[in-house]
C-alpha cells in the first residue's frame, strides 16, 4: 500500500468513527436512533412552553383556501407521508431527571386530522380562531395539526397549526414541494417514493451542540450588547417594565404606493438588499416615533448552509440584536450605510446561539421576556408560492393567533416582499400597546418608504 492508499484508508476509518459512512460530507447521524438533545432554537422554544405551557405564541396557523376535485384521502395520505419523511415532524419533547430536554424520534406518530363539514362565516372563523390558540403538549403530541373543512362540494378550507420548535421561514417552501409529490403519486394510484432527506433534523441538533462556541463571536456579542443600549421608548400604555401576558393582536397591511420592484431598484441602485433599505426607514420612524437616537432591532438568521439542510422541516433560526445609533446621521444614505455594516458585522457572527447570550448576559434560560430588544422584523424577501396541488386552486394565508409573536416581543414586524404587493404585518402585545399607536407607527412606516423610494428623502 502505498502512501495515497494508506491516506485514503486512514480517512475512511476516520469518518466512520465520527460516523460518517466513506464518500459522504457534512452533518453525521446521530449516535442514537430514538432519541437526540435539542438544538439551540429548538431549546429555545421549549423554554418557553416548559414554563408557560398554556400558551399558543409559538404556534404558526395556516389557513388555505381551496377550489376543485379536492382528494381528502389522498390529502390524508399525503400529510402523513410528509411526517414519516420528516423525523421532526413525528418527535416530542422531553426532559431527563436532572432537567435536560432532549428530543425523542418516533417510528409512526400521524398528525391528528379532523374532517368536517361547515359553511365559510362567523363559524369557520371561530374554529380558525380556537384551532390557532390550542397549546401544544410537545411531551404527549406530535408539532402538527390539521383540519379539513367541506364547505361546498369543490369548496374547502385546509387548515394547519404547527409549532415554532419545528419551523422557520424556509419549511413552508419544503413541506409544499413534498405535500405536492406525495398528492401527486395518491391520486395517480401509486405510492410516493421512499425519500428520506439526510441528514435528518435530530442529526442537525446533535452535530450543532457537539460543535465548541467561537469564542471571537462570544466576545463581539458581549461587547455589542453590554452595557445595554437604551431600552425602546414604544408608545406603552403603561409601564413597559411590569410584566403582561402573550395576549397579542395584528394589524395588516398592503402598501398602497410601492411594490417589490421599486423597493429592489433602489437597494441595487445603493449596491444592498431590499431588507437594509427597509430596516434603514423603519429605524428612522422609530427615531422619530419613540425618541432617542440609540435603540436595537432584533431580526432573524436563517442558517442552513450545510448540506443537505436546505431541503428539510424544521427551525434553523437564530435570532440576532442590531444596535443602531443615529445620532448625527441625518441623511438616508448615512442611516443605510450604518444599517448595511450593521448587519454585516451581526449576521457574520450569526451562530452563538440566542439561548447562550440571554443566559450569560441576562441570566435568562428563554423562557421570559426577550432581554436585547422589543421590537423585531422578520423580512422575507422573496415570494413563497405555499402548498400546490393539481386540478385545486390554493390560496393561502397566515391567520393571527391571538397572541405576542417570538412569545413576548412587545412589537413583531413580518415583511413579505409578493409580486403583487408588499404586504405588512405588526403584531403587538395588547397589554402593552394600543391598537391605534400600532396603526399611527405603521402609517409613518408607510410614509416613510414611499418618501424614500420616490427620492423625496435625501
Not at 404558526?60 to 402523513?80: I, N, Q, V, Y
Not at 402538527?144 to 415554532?164: A, C, D, G, M, S
Request: proline letters at 7%; charged letters at 25%; one cysteine or more.
Amino acid at each position: 500500500m502505498d502512501l495515497a492508499e494508506r491516506r485514503k484508508a486512514l480517512l475512511a476509518k476516520k469518518l466512520r468513527a465520527t460516523g460518517i459512512a466513506e464518500g459522504e460530507a457534512g452533518i453525521p447521524h446521530r449516535s442514537r436512533p430514538d432519541r437526540a438533545p435539542l438544538s439551540y432554537a429548538q431549546q429555545h422554544a421549549w423554554a418557553h412552553q416548559h414554563a408557560a405551557p398554556d400558551s399558543a405564541a409559538n404556534n404558526l396557523c395556516l389557513s388555505m383556501r381551496a377550489e376543485g376535485p379536492l382528494d381528502l384521502d389522498a390529502l390524508r395520505g399525503a400529510f402523513e407521508e410528509v411526517v414519516h419523511r420528516h423525523e421532526v415532524l413525528r418527535t416530542t419533547y422531553h426532559a431527563d431527571p436532572e432537567g435536560t430536554p432532549y428530543q425523542r424520534i418516533h417510528e409512526e406518530l400521524p398528525p391528528p386530522v379532523t374532517v368536517l363539514d361547515l359553511p365559510e362565516g362567523a363559524r369557520l372563523r371561530e374554529l380558525i380562531r380556537d384551532a390557532a390558540a390550542e397549546p401544544f403538549d410537545l411531551a404527549a403530541e406530535g408539532p402538527l395539526r390539521l383540519w379539513f373543512v367541506r364547505h361546498e362540494p369543490r369548496v374547502y378550507t385546509i387548515l394547519l397549526v404547527i409549532q415554532h420548535i419545528v419551523w422557520d421561514g424556509m419549511t413552508l417552501a419544503v413541506l409544499s414541494a413534498d405535500l405536492r409529490e406525495c398528492y401527486t403519486e395518491l391520486c395517480s394510484g401509486t405510492l410516493p417514493p421512499q425519500h428520506f432527506p439526510r441528514p435528518q433534523y435530530a442529526d442537525y441538533a446533535e452535530w450543532q451542540r457537539s460543535a465548541e462556541l467561537s469564542g471571537v463571536e462570544r466576545e463581539y456579542w458581549h461587547a455589542r450588547l453590554e452595557p445595554p443600549a437604551p431600552a425602546l421608548a414604544l408608545p406603552y400604555r403603561g409601564d413597559a417594565a411590569e410584566p403582561a401576558d402573550e395576549a397579542g393582536a395584528r394589524v395588516d397591511r398592503r402598501l398602497a404606493r410601492i411594490g417589490g420592484a421599486e423597493l429592489r431598484t433602489l437597494a441595487g441602485r445603493h449596491a444592498t438588499t431590499p431588507f437594509a433599505v427597509f430596516l434603514a426607514c423603519y429605524a428612522e420612524v422609530l427615531h422619530r416615533y419613540c425618541g432617542g437616537p440609540e435603540f436595537t432591532i432584533g431580526t432573524l438568521a436563517v442558517d442552513r448552509e450545510e448540506p443537505g439542510l436546505g431541503a428539510l422541516a424544521g427551525n434553523f433560526a437564530n435570532p440576532i440584536t442590531l444596535r443602531l445609533d443615529l445620532t448625527g446621521r441625518t441623511g438616508f444614505a448615512e442611516r443605510l450605510g450604518l444599517v448595511q455594516a450593521e448587519c454585516g458585522a451581526a449576521f457574520t457572527r450569526r451562530g452563538y446561539p440566542y439561548p447562550e447570550l440571554a443566559r450569560e448576559l441576562a441570566g435568562e434560560d428563554g423562557s421570559g421576556r426577550v432581554p436585547f430588544f422589543d421590537t423585531l422584523v422578520v423580512f422575507v424577501a422573496t415570494d413563497i408560492e405555499g402548498p400546490q396541488l393539481p386540478g385545486v386552486s390554493l390560496d393561502w394565508r397566515r391567520e393571527d393567533t391571538g397572541a405576542a409573536q417570538f412569545p413576548l416581543v412587545p412589537l413583531g414586524v413580518e415583511v413579505f416582499v409578493r409580486a403583487e404587493g408588499i404586504d405588512v404585518q405588526l403584531t403587538y402585545q395588547t397589554g402593552l400597546l394600543e391598537r391605534a399607536a400600532v396603526v399611527e407607527l405603521l402609517d409613518e412606516l408607510e410614509a416613510e418608504l414611499c418618501a424614500t423610494v420616490s427620492g423625496r428623502v435625501a
